[in-house]
């Protein structure tokens, strides 16, 4: 078939743009010239209306603007005479502001097994109906002035010391303050006497029945009036009691009766704008002695740390994160302005601790769950640390739940250079994971470990940026960021430096990886230092190869304990003080940690992995006596044992054994 000329056509690149004429036609039309001159004449009637409403349009504002202008002076003059402040409302001003506001609450509070519910006049500002999660007493803080939501609590009372928790929050509630109490499903499991005797104090008639599964919900005002209380029984073990349904009628006070007259500093508005907002942090917003938000704690001599930012890795945990940056700025050396706090969520209360002390706060959207989830948060702000500091060479990284020493500071500023000095260290910690009240006794000592901490810790910037960044775990991935920092091939066989006494304390009982039992546990027995102004000792020598001289000459030197007796036998370590002692144990070979596991077990430290270790060497202190504990044979100070000396075998307890 032959092509066509459509076909074979190709647009030229040369030619010019189509553009029509406006005159496109020359044909002259009978009638056109008279259509034309109509045309004409009614655009310019059309023009000329234009202008005319243009002109009006101009009048109008022009006397808009003098009459606005003449009422604004007759108001000032109004001001002037009445003697009105604008900036600073009389209390006759406030008072007429205030009558606007509402001065009774309807009130409504549900209590059921699967669901909890607050109404406060038509608008529902609590709701907890999710599956498996909000169990216990749910507690809500209302202004008695405003009405406004000031606190939302949950606590867990059928585990162990929420309801301790419980009493200290509602210790911590200023009084007045109006408190709506309900439960979900239960809560009453773990509420002990103290807890029951608190809520009797604040008018409950039922605390003393209330009992497993139980339903109950209760509106009362501390120190104040008490409103109404409903309570159903569960008819048996296997059963809820019916949901209860409360309704009462708040009446709210006057709202100058709720602020204090603190002076007028810069710290002090701080206060009020947090306090008239938000509740549950005691003497912080006490009217006649208020905690103090401004620190201004002692400097250290060269400071070394001054010009490292601090990054602190916060989520939803206001109340930990008030009392943790009350305690870093509390420590000697700190610097303020190199504070940034990173909140993993747009959550409002935790934002407000932040400006409460004038810091910096940078929120983040959350990515992934759980565990991946506290991954990307420590990764999302490391990188934006260093990009806030481009010419920072490290960070200290800090957590929401840890109190830190006085010296944190002094401490980091004594041993920073070390990361200059040797490519062999990994990171400089506060933390020591043995450091036990009976395993730990020097303030001024150093160790190096193979495993990495945390918990306070100082990272550089070359390990993040050249490392550790690129290889960050991936959000899909539910793995812990501290325990892929220790794998060996991240780690590379370098090590951390620590304190033989932590200088951070951990104190949080709540969050994805803990609970109360696990605090109790494992870090309520782990102390921190409390000595002033501690030079530490023989930092020159944490370097690696003259640490290895110091560590043989010292196990070489140390007296070998009685083997024949069992580490977990009191009498096993003598009671002397101030002495050097070697024991070994058992270890094959370098994943042989089922001597070591035990003996932690007798020892009360660490036991749930492998901790604190250098060549397969670990070191504590036991009854104020420093202590090698040697891997024998995987150690290479396994050397200096004896040979009359046989190594302690301990054998892995069968733990189903004795279970029915």
């Known amino acids: 078939m032959h092509s066509t000329a459509m076909d074979n056509w190709r647009p030229n690149p040369k030619a010019q743009p189509f553009v029509p004429r406006k005159n496109y ?46 009422k604004l002076r007759e108001q000032k003059d109004y001001e002037e005479d009445v003697g009105r402040d604008l900036n600073s409302l009389s209390k006759e001003g406030e008072s007429d502001i205030f009558d606007s506001l509402p001065k009774n609450l309807d009130v409504e509070v549900l209590s059921s097994a ?24 749910h507690i809500l803080v ?22 301790e928790a419980m009493v200290l929050f509602l210790n911590m509630v200023s009084d007045g303050r109006i408190l709506i109490f309900t439960i979900k499903d239960e809560g009453t499991f773990q509420m002990k006497r103290a807890a029951r005797s608190l809520l009797k104090l604040l008018g409950s ?11 109950w919900a209760m509106v009362t005002q501390k120190q104040g009036k008490f409103y109404a209380e409903e309570h159903n029984k569960a008819p048996d073990l296997a059963s809820w009691g019916s949901p209860v349904i409360l309704r009462t009628t708040i009446n709210l006070s006057p709202v100058e009766e709720s602020e204090c007259n603190w002076p007028d500093t810069e710290a002090n508005r701080r206060r009020k704008s947090f306090c008239s907002r938000i509740e549950g942090y005691g003497s912080l917003c006490s009217c006649s002695d208020p905690a103090p938000i401004d620190m201004n704690p002692e400097p250290i001599a060269d400071n070394q740390v001054s010009d490292i930012p601090v990054t602190v890795i916060a989520s939803n945990r206001p109340n930990y994160l008030y009392r943790m940056l009350r305690s870093l700025l509390s420590a000697h050396g700190v610097n303020p302005s ?23 706060g940078i929120q983040h959207t959350p990515i992934g769950v759980k565990n991946a989830r506290i991954s990307q948060h420590y990764k999302a702000s490391l990188t934006a640390i260093f990009n806030l500091y481009p010419e920072a060479k490290y960070t200290i990284i800090l957590e929401e739940d840890l109190d830190v020493s006085e010296d944190f500071f002094s401490y980091f500023s004594q041993t920073v250079h070390l990361l200059e000095e040797d490519s062999s260290i990994y990171c400089i910690s506060a933390w020591n994971d043995q450091g036990y009240e009976h395993t730990c006794e020097d303030p001024a000592q150093l160790y190096r470990v193979e495993t990495m901490p ?22 899909e991935k539910l793995w812990d960021w501290d325990m892929w920092m220790r794998l ?6 370098r090590e951390c430096i620590i304190p033989d006494v932590s200088r951070t304390y951990h104190f949080g009982v709540t969050g994805i990886n803990m609970n ?43 007296e070998v304990l009685d083997h024949s007796k069992s580490p977990c036998q009191e009498d096993f370590m003598p009671d002397t003080t101030g002495k050097t002692y070697v024991m070994y144990i058992k270890m094959a070979h370098e994943q042989d940690y089922e001597t070591w596991t035990e003996l932690a077990k007798c020892f009360h430290i660490w036991d749930l992995d492998v901790r604190g270790y250098h060549k397969s060497m670990w070191r504590i202190f036991m009854k104020k006596n420093a202590l090698f504990i040697v891997g024998d044979t995987n150690s290479p100070y396994s050397k200096y044992k004896p040979a009359n000396i046989v190594p302690i075998y301990l054998k892995k307890k069968d733990e189903k054994k004795g279970r029915r």
Request: hydrophobic share 35%.
């Open 142 to 163: 209302l202004n008695q002035g405003t009405g406004s939501i000031m606190a939302q609590r949950v606590f867990d009372t059928y585990s162990a010391h929420e309801d």
């Open 205 to 215: 008639k039922k605390t003393e029945i209330l009992g497993w599964r139980d339903t």
């Open 338 to 360: 190199m504070i940034t706090v990173f909140i993993d969520g747009y959550f409002e209360e935790p934002m407000e601790v932040v400006k409460l002390f004038g810091l910096r």
């Open 454 to 475: 945390g918990l306070g810790w100082l990272l550089k910037r070359s390990l993040y940026k050249d490392e550790l960044e690129t290889r960050w775990p991936t959000p």
């Open 516 to 558: 109360s039992y696990f605090q109790d546990l494992y870090f309520k027995k782990h102390p921190f230092n409390t000595v002033p102004h501690v030079k530490l000792k023989t930092v020159d020598r944490m370097t690696k190869d003259l640490y290895e001289e110091d560590v043989n000459r010292l196990i070489s030197n140390a």
């Open 488 to 493: 060996p091939e991240v780690r590379k066989g």
């Open 114 to 137: 699967s669901r909890v519910s607050v109404t406060v006049d038509g608008t529902k500002v609590l709701e907890d109906e999710e599956k498996e999660k909000g169990r216990g007493v």
């Open 25 to 70: 036609s020359s044909i002259h039309i009978p009638g056109a010239t008279h259509r034309t001159t109509k045309r004409r004449f009614f655009s310019k009637v059309l023009q000329g209306l234009l202008v005319s409403v243009l002109l009006t349009t101009v009048v109008i504002n022009i006397v808009f603007i003098m009459d606005t202008g003449r």
